[in-house]
């Protein structure tokens, strides 16, 4: 069993930093990729930036240049490194974490919040 664990979101002024982490609680190698999804209030959740196991990254194109997607496998832990953020940005954001077997993890969601 894969648990997922989000930390580092918070209130933050527009233009200002946030650096979010993920916790792997289980294999990290069983997970064919991770990735960082958002949901704003009234929307549906969006996928934000995602990492193979093998490093090929990809990120949705209203954060490419602002957001860096990274993972350390010694320590279990995917992080989202947000930077130049927008009020737009304010948002629950989960981790997500995809197995050889096409199977879906989710962590509890974190929010951040961006005030302008």
């Known amino acids: 069993q894969v648990q997922l664990v989000e930390s580092g979101g918070g209130l933050v002024q527009a233009g200002g930093s946030l650096r979010l982490s993920c916790v792997v609680f289980?294999?990290?190698?069983?997970?064919?990729?991770m990735g960082w999804y958002r949901q704003a209030p009234g929307k549906q959740r969006e996928r934000v930036a995602r990492?193979?196991?093998?490093?090929?990254?990809n990120y949705a194109e209203f954060v490419k240049g602002r957001f860096t997607i990274s993972r350390d496998n010694a320590k279990n832990t995917v992080y989202l490194q947000m930077n130049s953020l927008k009020p737009e940005d304010t948002a629950v954001y989960y981790c997500?974490?995809?197995?050889?077997?096409?199977?879906?993890?989710w962590g509890q969601g974190t929010q951040v919040t961006v005030s302008s």
């Open positions: 997500n974490g995809e197995d050889y077997s096409g199977h879906y993890y």
């Open positions: 289980g294999n990290i190698f069983s997970m064919n990729a």
């Open positions: 990492i193979t196991s093998g490093g090929t990254t």
